[in-house]
């Protein structure tokens, strides 16, 4: 099957054209080879040259384009809905994407958006309006009982999409915190791109305070925040992701006298204190030290409890299967956790240890604290030498590449952490420390970069990269490439987008 794949794909990429990024005229709508197509409008399978034409934002833009026609289904309307999975082989789409993959392609047109100029700029917004407006179907409301007590949130998302707007009740499992950490992640994201976008703040500061509400609060407990509300394991997940935003609101807020009022946090609302730790009530005080002070104490959390001795983080604590139940209390229901830790699944994955990552590079970079540069260098140097791997091409030529077990969505969080910690330390550090460890980050990013290249010169098809950069489409009966996911599809041009954006900062790789 891998010999057949590679004669399709040799006579494919022989055929395929370079072309200039222009936008068509009216005449190229049924031409069935073009010079002149705008990205994403190539004209059946194919290309649009290779790596060494094409600079790095030119390939991105190619392949985000392409993962929103695979995916998204526009009706009339402009509404969007958003397909799980996508058969670059035979074509053909098939489900719908959940919280976690639909989010995906918000972070893709995000920092598309951030790196375009011009046309592209307006288009990529266009893409993102469209997304942010598609998290309609997933929005919905629900009683959610943490270790704080029960209360009503109002706008939570939903695992699972709904077949019409504001879903209604979301309860139970069907609400997970790691799902509302991400899309936390890429509003704060979306703002510091464009400060304009003030919704985007609103959303990453209320998804932030629900999300802490799951942190373990009780008295016999050992902190960290619970996959979920209706869940007793605590993962690498559900904590890692929020200390990115947690950094980028406290900087937000660093030069500002804005105060933490009882709209900002859960705390303030305890009544039970004899089931409870006593929390410090922060309303009043200033938002930076707020935000400063949590991306401190979840960060020291799994700094001390996930992490292993290759300075990679495990992925959970506690049995997954566990459910917690509630109990009642002076000030109502509440969730009782046990007083222990087990050791869980010791599996580590590249974002697990990529979200840590972020949270020590916005501790320097907040803080100028030299122990979190030292720490973020050692999960930076662990992180690489843990899951980078030396592996042959088709034709016997090694290559190295990040593994591609799990997903590509996964390698991208690394990338972000590597390239948080330079920009932490440039914005920090003295220049000698500066070119110091920007050697190091190169090297770590360099990869990335080389890896991704390869793949868009050697297997790209119908806009697609296979799971494996380098071994090529359904290399070892890769299912993957035969139900690609969204968020895999999204994951590389959104990597390529933040090599840009490192590389702007940093110099050329």
Known sequence: MKKSIKAILSGILVGAMAFAFAGCGASCSSCSSCSSCAPGEQPGPGGPGGSDSLTTYQIADYLARGADAHYATYDSEGNVAVAGYYNALEGGTDGYANCYEYGALIGMAN???????????????????????????????????????????????????????????VEGDMMVYDDLMWLARYFIEGYSYNPTETTYLQKAEYLTKVCLDGWDSTKNGVGGITWGPAYATKHACSNGPILSVLGGLAEVYKD???????????YVEQTFGHNNVEWKNWVGEKKYDYYLHWLQTIYDWCWSTLRSSDYCYIDLRGDKSTVIESVEATGGAYLKFEGKLDAGSAAKY??????????????????????????????????????????????????????????????????????????????????????????????????FKSSINYAFDNHLLNRSLPQNYIQGWLYGENTMDTHKDVKDAAATPEMLAIIVQYEKNHGTI
């Open 111 to 169: 920092r598309m958006y951030d790196v375009s100029e011009g046309e592209n700029k307006a288009y990529y917004k266009k893409l993102l309006d469209g997304y942010i407006a598609g998290l309609d179907y997933f929005d919905g409301k629900g009683n959610i009982t943490s270790t704080h007590g029960k209360r009503q949130w109002e706008h939570i998302y939903g695992v699972h999409r709904a077949d019409y707007k504001f879903a209604g009740s």
């Open 350 to 447: 590249t974002y697990n240890t990529g979200s840590v990552l972020s949270g020590a590079a916005w501790l320097y970079r907040l803080t100028g604290d030299e122990q979190y540069l030292q720490q973020g260098r050692l999960m930076a140097e662990g992180s690489y030498h843990r899951f980078v791997k030396t592996v042959k091409d088709t034709d016997g030529k090694e290559h190295q590449m990040y593994e591609c077990t799990s997903s590509l969505l996964f390698n991208s969080v690394l990338l972000q952490g590597y390239v948080e910690l330079a920009d932490a330390v440039k914005k920090v550090a003295p220049a000698e420390k500066d070119s110091i460890i920007k050697n190091e980050i190169n090297t770590y990013v360099g990869v």
């Open 256 to 266: 500002s006298d804005a105060l933490v009022t009882a709209e900002d946090t859960v």
